[in-house]
């Protein structure tokens, strides 16, 4: 079955078909027909399966060729990182329209998002933040909305949108077209769609044989010591046939950590985080998906962005807070109907979370092996090669370490031979130390015979007796 079969347009099939697009995932099979007639839809796939384009072909397609300036089509979405991802694919499905997409979220100044507004945008992808700071300054109007969708509804709730999502609903027109999308369905949501959709088909694009988890994805859990990860890590990055690989830590802090400690390895990593800006974080991710990167340390706060078909690793650095979340990391790898790679590491503290994740997901993983980098397990599981080590290049040690680690004579000897460069500018350096010996010498048993107030010798540092002495003056001379 093509696009075409579903009733696609020949515009947007060729746009597709540009980027060897050509077959239509389940989801976009079941969707597509019924979203162009109107139908209002709730779209339930696991992540990966192509749920931007079931809504978003039916979207363009019944703006028309070329729509009328203005707002007609708002699509809601959690996430900055999933904001952009959207609006590339609807902008590549619509490249050989006069159709116009805007992205509208947080972290980017407003003037330019506003200036699309102003030119005609027809599609408005965005945060509901940001949405409603702009609806409220009456520089983004949502009446004239004919098609509304949510994407990631279940993820709107886990960060709290749900109140924002209601407003961003009363500010359309109740006859619209509404599409809900969602890799798992929460009452809430169910909730929300009842009061917010007419008459919605509840479509589920799963095989009934398959599990939660997806058959495509290959899920290796180990038990491991914190200490230890990130040589594990190290290792897991030399597998044969590893591709893109996206770890996920728990916190911004362990996220910038590992970038530091893999880039130390010789790997080359990015990261996407929330202590980063936002033009940091679409560098970082805009690297990663053109392959100059080929590491991406992550926080959950990207992880419904990164739509990177051809990763072939997941990794994360500490075990999820829950089974959808478990999920949502785990299908960045394995898209598009490839397959890939899940790797959790279980800390000791966090065998209680692992137990409700194993139960719910039915993964029959209820102990995880434990595991550090010379278990000979890793190697088989991940197909690493044998002798692999967690580094690709030697440490450099900083100058101030290599000065530390020198024997203290050697420190010494170091020292006097700066000493002894101030001394080339003046006597040698025998001749130096007997005339300084000699005066001090000389001086101190006339101070005794004559009962002359004494001198205060000046503190001398660099050895000991006439050496010393001469060392300072000469210092000090050469200081002057």
Known sequence: MTFSDLGVEADLVDALASKGI????????????LALSGQDIIGQAKTGTGKTFGFGLPLIQRLGGDPAPGVKALVVVPTRELCVQVTEDLELAASNRPTKIVSIYGGKAYEGQVEQLKAGAQIVVGTPGRLLDLASQRLLSLADVQVMVLDEADKMLDLGFLPDIEKLFSQTKP??????????????????????????????????????????????VYRAHALDKDEVIGRI?????????????????????????????????????????????????????????????????????????????????????????????????????????????????????????????EMGIPEPVETYSSSPHLYADLDIPEGSKGRLKATPIPRVEKEAARPPRERSRGGSGSTGGGRSSGAPSGAGRSEAGSSAGTASSEGERTGAPRRRRRRRSGGSGGASGAGSTTGTSAAE
């Open 175 to 220: 006859t619209r077209h509404t599409m809900l999308f969602s890799a798992t369905m929460p009452g809430p949501i169910v909730a929300l769609a009842r009061r917010f959709m007419t008459k919605p088909i509840h479509i589920r694009a799963t095989d009934p044989d398959e599990g939660l988890t997806q058959a495509n994805i290959k899920h290796v």
């Open 22 to 33: 050509i077959e239509p995932f389940p989801i976009q099979t079941q969707t597509i027909p």
């Open 237 to 361: 990055l030399q597998a044969e046939g590893r591709g893109k690989t996206v770890i996920f830590t728990r916190t911004k802090r362990a996220a910038a950590k590992l970038v530091e400690e893999l880039g130390d390895r010789g790997y080359n990593a990015g990261a996407v985080h929330g202590d980063m800006s936002q033009e940091a974080r679409e560098r970082s991710m805009a690297a990663f998906k053109a392959g100059k990167r080929d590491v991406l340390i992550a926080t959950d706060v990207a992880a419904r962005g990164i739509d990177v078909n051809d990763v072939t690793h997941v990794i994360n650095h500490t075990v999820p807070d829950d089974h959808d979340t478990y999920l949502h990391r785990a299908g960045r790898t394995g898209r598009a109907g490839k397959t890939g790679i899940a790797v959790t590491f279980v800390d000791w503290a966090d065998m209680h979370k692992w137990a409700l994740i194993n139960r719910a997901l």
